[in-house]
């Protein structure tokens, strides 16, 4: 019964797990942590915007598209709302 258990234990252990055990890390776990302190300072900026300056373009961009649709709506409404004078 114990040696189905030991099988069974073997096979469903990860290997990350196996190198923990044995003080082995690897060097992508540094790469990961240097990412992350990075987007964890406390410098005011919220996290979607640090990144690069791509992102904030892609912010600065979505907010532009975003108030053009309501200016849109806006005028759709006005348009809609106001009677055409014939």
Do not use: C, W
């Not at 990860?14 to 942590?33: D, I, M, N, T």
């Not at 302190?37 to 996290?47: A, I, L, S, W, Y």
């Not at 791509?54 to 200016?71: E, N, S």
Request: net charge positive; proline share 2%; no cysteine.
């Amino acid at each position: 019964m114990n040696f189905s258990r030991v099988i069974v234990r073997s096979l469903t252990t990860s290997g990350a797990q196996r190198a923990v055990a044995k003080g082995e890390v690897e060097k992508g776990y540094f790469e990961l942590k240097k990412v992350q302190e990075h987007f964890q300072k406390k410098d005011g900026k919220p996290v979607f915007l640090k990144g690069s300056t791509f992102d904030q373009v892609l912010y600065r961009v979505t907010v532009a598209l975003a108030l053009v649709g309501v200016g849109g709506m806006g005028k759709l409404f006005y348009d809609l709302s106001v009677p055409k004078s014939e």
